[in-house]
Nanobody
Framework: QVQLVESGGRLVQAGGSLRLSCSASGRTFTTYAMGWFRQAPGKDREFVAAISWTGGSTLYADSVKGRFTISRDNAKKLVYLQMNSLKPEDTALYYC?????????????????WGQGTQVTVSS
C-alpha cells in the first residue's frame, strides 16, 4: 500500500511555470507506475502524464505535450510534474496516482491509489 501527498499548487499567471510534487510513503515505491491527473470544475478527471517505475517510459496527454514533464526520484519517493507555459485551461485540481505492478496507463481505472490533490489556478 502507498499513501500519496501532493504539493506545489498555487495561483500563477499565464505563461508561468510550476512544479508539482507528490510524496509517497510505503516500502515498495519502485513497484508503482505513477501518474498525474487533473479535474477542472464541472469536468471529468483527465489524464495528464504518467511514468514507469524505472522512469524510462513516459506518456503525456496531447494537451500538455511539450509543456509538461513528469519525473521521479525513487530514492526520495517523489514524483514531479514540471509545468511550463501554463494556460488558463490548465486550471484544475491535480492528483497524483499510483498503479501497482502495472505499466504506464492513461485511464484512471489503471491506478490503485490516489492523493487528495493540489489546486493549480492559472490567471489570464
Amino acid at each position: 500500500q502507498v499513501q500519496l501527498v501532493e504539493s506545489g499548487g498555487r495561483l500563477v499567471q499565464a505563461g508561468g511555470s510550476l512544479r508539482l510534487s507528490c510524496s509517497a510513503s510505503g516500502r515498495t515505491f519502485t513497484t508503482y507506475a505513477m501518474g498525474w491527473f487533473r479535474q477542472a470544475p464541472g469536468k471529468d478527471r483527465e489524464f495528464v502524464a504518467a511514468i514507469s517505475w524505472t522512469g524510462g517510459s513516459t506518456l503525456y496527454a496531447d494537451s500538455v505535450k511539450g509543456r509538461f514533464t513528469i519525473s521521479r526520484d525513487n530514492a526520495k519517493k517523489l514524483v514531479y510534474l514540471q509545468m511550463n507555459s501554463l494556460k488558463p485551461e490548465d486550471t484544475a485540481l491535480y492528483y497524483c496516482a499510483a498503479a501497482y505492478l502495472k505499466g504506464v496507463g492513461t485511464s484512471s481505472r489503471d491506478y490503485d491509489y490516489w492523493g487528495q490533490g493540489t489546486q493549480v489556478t492559472v490567471s489570464s
